[in-house]
Structure formats: structure tokens, C-alpha cells
């Protein structure tokens, strides 16, 4: 037996795991069913091309509406590695705007608004430029400016502000309209993900046990009291308990899928699979958000992107920059520099973000180009008003579960997208790419037209997998867990990871993981408990 079990070894689970375990009188084990994070496409930035493609993600069909029509199998994409996400991304480090944070207060959230939620922010970063009044430094996350800076990401950055966008030097400094470079959790050359972090300091500790290779299938109950896990290691099955608490960290897709198996969901759908149900919560799954992304890609007029360093010899000599002076392509996230900006300019702040990717080719899904040199504007909307949900296909724990996002079902999702297309096809017609561009390959040039365009996004949009919101944070009876993380009518268990949030935040969310991480860990070791609901969940049934 233990004090607390934390399963999931991603950005919030190692987080939780090893602040809990600052407590020499605490023991803590931390479950992951993926590898250690040794691979060593990991550590260098510029191998990004190589974690976002390779096997440590974990894929997950997810169906597309009627509307879509799709030809192809659409797959949403869940890190398999100890650090999650964080061990996996483009590494780009975005908060949203304050706007986030006192919505998800609004909506039941209390102690989350921004000015609650910016100390733990503060706390977890170590930032290399900034220090000031929403920067942090000395924390455990590297938080730096990329090391080096592709001369195509500088010339885009002139043609944002020959279209308008003012130059922007932080995005997270509360309002990120405008151009920019973003900055990217690593440091002194390398990633800096949860596990290099939070938990290479930790590994001395003999209270802290990080299990890798474990497959958590199902929360022990008690009555309504959740006392352990069972576990399969080496083919084995195993069980273990917690003297305090268990936090989920297992994210938005799989989080709500052991809460289901445990008996823990909406009890139609729990007794339609034949499994007894421990507490009838009707949100766990639902309330499903995702940032949903197109891809516009431009043929170079010459070797003018990152697609050079394919070739063997332009390899090498990356490498040799990377290992003698931490310089060079490999240690820069290939994505520089981005941007945000309105689609809706009826928004307050605004709806889409800009990934200039000096490359085509390098993320998952994105064409190559006739001769070989290319790069690619993607772009996202950033506020979704589409819900989707998540529940299970069966009782089997290795049967992935029905994930089911909704894309497009607000229309305005795919009209703010296909403004934020138009505007990012002008900013690459600007006088400053006249050099170096040859054509727009995808899509192709004769779609110049809203209706075409239209069309484009409608079918070709892609999952920014960034899946949140199916274990919402809350206290009314649709709600699954409360300010305090603590799961309704369910005693020594919590949620803490991207399932929680109400809303999406406008930008990618692995900072926030970490946010979210931190101030758990403070609560558990604080003995926080939730102010009582306004509206009262749902009684639980009785086992069956």
C-alpha cells in the first residue's frame, strides 16, 4: 500500500507525482503505460519531425460526421512515453488568454479564474528571457526562444506585418494578437519535458516509484470509496491501493474510459455493457473539444526550408552543429515562428493561431511538394463551439474506446476557420515571399474563392490533438468533477489532466497540463476540498 497513485506519466501526471513526492513522509507511484522517455529523438528539438510521426504515439479512430464524408480513416493521435505529450510536441509553450481562465470561473470553476491560476504558471517555469510580472524563473520547466531561427520564419514574419499583424515579443504576456516567435519548453538546448522536469530531479527519491510499461485497466471500489488499481505489467495482473488518494492523469481520451470501466459514467451506457455502476455521472466522456487545424502548402522557388536537411549530407551537417555547439536546425522546433489573429473580428481576443512550418513534410499528414522544398501554414481555430464525446465500445480494457469529436457541428467553427485561411493565403502573397515562393500546392491554385475554400477545410481539416473538456470541471449535475478535482459522490479519487477544463484555452494546452498539475498537487498536499455545490450531483446507484 501506498499514500497516492497517479496514473498517467504525462505533463500533469508527472507533475502531480513528483510535487507529491517532495514529502519524504508520502509515498507515491506513478503509473505509465508507455516506455521511458530514452529514445533520444526526445531530447533534441529538431527531431520533432521524428516524435510526431514515430511510435510513441498511441492512434485512436475517430469518427467523422455525415457531413464530412471522408474518403480516408481519420486518427487522433494520444502520447505512449513517459512525459506524455510534453516528451512528444512541437514544444511550443502557450497559456491562452486570461479570457480562458475567468470563463472557466463563470461556468462553476471557482479558484480557477486567472489571476487564481497565473502563481502556478509562475511556479512551474523557468524562463530564459522574461521576468516580470506573469513570468516565472527557477521553476522546473525550461521555458526558453529557440536556438536557432530559419532565416524563411523571419522572412514570414515580415509578411504579417506587410498584411497588418503587429510584431508581438510574448504571447503569453495576456494578449498574443499579432506575429511573433513563440517560445518553446526546453533548455540549454534540449526538451525540457514533465519528465526531464519534474521527474529526473525526483529519481533519488525512495518514495516516488515510477512504474513504465504498466497498463492501469480499472479503479478498485469500495462502496464509493476508490481504494486501488489493478494493472497488467510483463503480462501479469497486479493490484495495488492508496492510503490517501488516486489522481487520474491519464488525458481526455483515456481518463473518461477508466472511469467508465470503474463503473464511474453515465449509467445507460455503463449498464448497456454490463457494468455495475459505482456512481451514475452522466458527463463523464461528453463535453469532448479539440482544436481543429488545416494545412496550407506552398512549392519554394529553391532549397529555401528545412526540407533541404533531408539529404544525407545537409543531415550531417546538422548533426554536427547540434552535437558541438547546441546550434543549428536540431535545435530549433522547426516551428519558430506563428501568429494570432481574427477570423471573427467580432471576437474579443482573437480566434486563430498561425504555425509558419519551415518544411512540408515534417507533422503527420502533410504532403511533400515537386522539387522537394516547401512550407507549410498551418493554422487553427482556437475557440471550438463543437462538442463531441467519448465512451466505450466494450467491457474489454484493451479495446480502445468510441471517440466521437463533432467537428464542424457549430458551423461557426468551419466558417472562422476558413477566414483565418483566407487571411493566412494573403499574409503568404505578400511582397516579402515573392523570392520564394513558386505556387500554393495544397490546396491547389485554383481554389481562390470563400465557397472553395469552404470546401477545402470542410474536407480536409485535421485533429490538432489537443482533446480536453470530458471529465469537466464543475458543480453542477453535468459536471464530473468539482473545483477541487474531486470526483462527485466518489470519495479518494480525483481528475487532474485536460479532461478537466471547461473550455478549450485558446492555444496549445501542455503548459496548462502543467498548470493544472501544480495546483492539484498544492490542494492534495493542502487538504483542499471543494466549497459544497449549488446543484448537487447526482445521488450514486447501488452496485449491481
Not at 551537417?317 to 547540434?322: H, P
Not at 495544397?442 to 472553395?452: A, C, F, K, L, N
Amino acid at each position: 500500500m501506498v499514500d497516492y497513485i497517479v496514473i498517467g506519466g504525462g505533463s500533469t501526471g508527472c507533475t502531480i507525482a513528483s510535487r507529491l513526492s517532495e514529502d519524504p513522509s508520502a509515498s507515491v507511484v506513478l503509473f505509465e503505460e508507455g516506455p521511458r522517455d530514452r529514445n533520444p529523438y526526445i531530447h533534441i528539438p529538431g527531431a520533432y519531425y521524428k516524435t510526431a510521426q514515430g511510435p510513441l504515439l498511441k492512434r485512436y479512430a475517430w469518427e467523422p460526421t455525415m457531413e464530412q464524408d471522408r474518403s480516408d480513416s481519420p486518427t487522433m493521435v494520444q502520447a505512449s512515453v513517459l512525459g506524455g505529450g510534453s516528451s512528444v510536441n512541437a514544444m511550443i509553450y502557450i497559456r491562452g488568454v486570461p479570457q480562458d481562465y475567468d470563463g472557466w470561473a463563470e461556468l462553476g470553476a471557482s479558484g480557477w479564474s486567472y489571476r487564481d491560476v497565473l502563481p502556478y504558471f509562475k511556479k512551474a517555469e523557468d524562463n530564459e528571457r522574461f521576468c516580470n510580472d506573469v513570468h516565472g524563473t527557477g521553476g522546473p520547466l525550461g521555458v526558453s526562444d529557440a536556438r536557432y531561427v530559419h532565416p524563411l520564419t523571419k522572412v514570414w514574419l515580415k509578411a504579417c506585418q506587410q498584411y497588418g499583424l503587429p510584431y508581438n515579443p510574448d504571447f503569453n504576456s495576456g494578449d498574443p494578437a499579432g506575429c511573433g516567435l513563440y517560445q518553446i519548453t526546453a533548455k540549454n538546448g534540449f526538451r525540457s519535458s514533465a519528465a526531464t522536469a519534474y521527474l529526473a530531479p525526483a529519481r533519488g527519491r525512495k518514495n516516488l516509484s515510477v512504474k513504465t510499461g504498466c497498463r492501469v485497466e480499472r479503479i478498485l471500489m469500495q462502496g464509493n470509496r476508490a481504494k486501488g488499481v489493478e494493472y497488467i505489467e510483463n503480462g501479469q495482473r497486479h493490484q495495488i491501493f492508496a492510503e490517501k488518494e488516486i489522481i487520474l492523469s491519464a488525458g481526455a481520451i483515456n481518463s473518461p474510459r477508466l472511469l467508465m470501466l470503474s463503473g464511474i459514467g453515465p449509467a445507460a451506457h455503463l449498464q448497456k455493457h454490463g457494468i455495475a455502476v459505482v456512481s451514475d455521472l452522466p458527463g463523464v466522456g461528453q463535453n469532448l473539444q479539440d482544436h481543429i487545424e488545416i494545412s496550407l502548402i506552398y512549392e519554394l522557388t529553391g532549397p529555401h526550408s528545412y526540407d533541404k536537411y533531408k539529404k544525407p549530407w545537409w543531415k550531417a551537417v546538422a548533426g554536427l552543429q547540434y552535437a558541438l555547439f547546441r546550434q543549428g536546425p536540431a535545435a530549433s522546433n522547426l516551428i519558430e515562428g506563428g501568429a494570432f489573429w481574427w477570423g471573427d473580428k467580432a471576437q474579443a481576443t482573437p480566434d486563430i493561431q498561425y504555425f509558419m512550418v519551415v518544411g512540408a513534410g515534417i507533422e503527420e499528414g502533410v504532403d511533400s511538394v515537386p522539387g522537394g522544398n516547401g512550407c507549410t501554414l498551418n493554422l487553427g481555430q482556437i475557440r471550438p463551439r463543437s462538442r463531441g464525446f467519448v465512451e466505450l465500445h466494450g467491457v474489454d480494457p484493451k479495446q480502445p474506446p468510441r471517440i466521437v469529436p463533432n467537428y464542424f457541428s457549430d458551423p461557426y467553427d468551419l466558417d472562422s476557420l476558413v477566414d483565418g485561411c483566407m487571411v493566412g493565403d494573403e499574409i503568404m502573397s505578400q511582397t516579402a515571399f515573392k523570392p520564394f515562393i513558386a505556387r500554393r500546392h495544397v490546396p491547389e491554385g485554383t481554389v481562390r474563392t470563400r465557397d472553395q475554400m469552404r470546401k477545402f477545410c470542410h474536407q480536409e481539416a485535421h485533429a490538432a490533438l489537443h482533446p480536453s473538456g470530458t471529465c469537466r470541471m464543475g458543480q453542477d449535475g453535468d459536471s464530473v468533477v468539482g473545483p477541487d478535482l474531486r470526483v462527485h459522490g466518489i470519495e479518494g479519487l480525483r481528475v487532474a489532466d485536460a479532461s478537466i477544463m471547461p473550455t478549450l484555452v485558446s492555444g496549445n494546452p501542455n503548459s496548462v497540463c502543467i498548470m493544472i498539475g501544480e495546483k492539484a498537487a498544492d490542494m492534495i498536499r493542502n487538504g483542499v476540498s471543494a466549497p459544497l455545490a449549488q446543484a448537487m450531483p447526482r445521488q450514486p446507484l447501488p452496485t449491481v
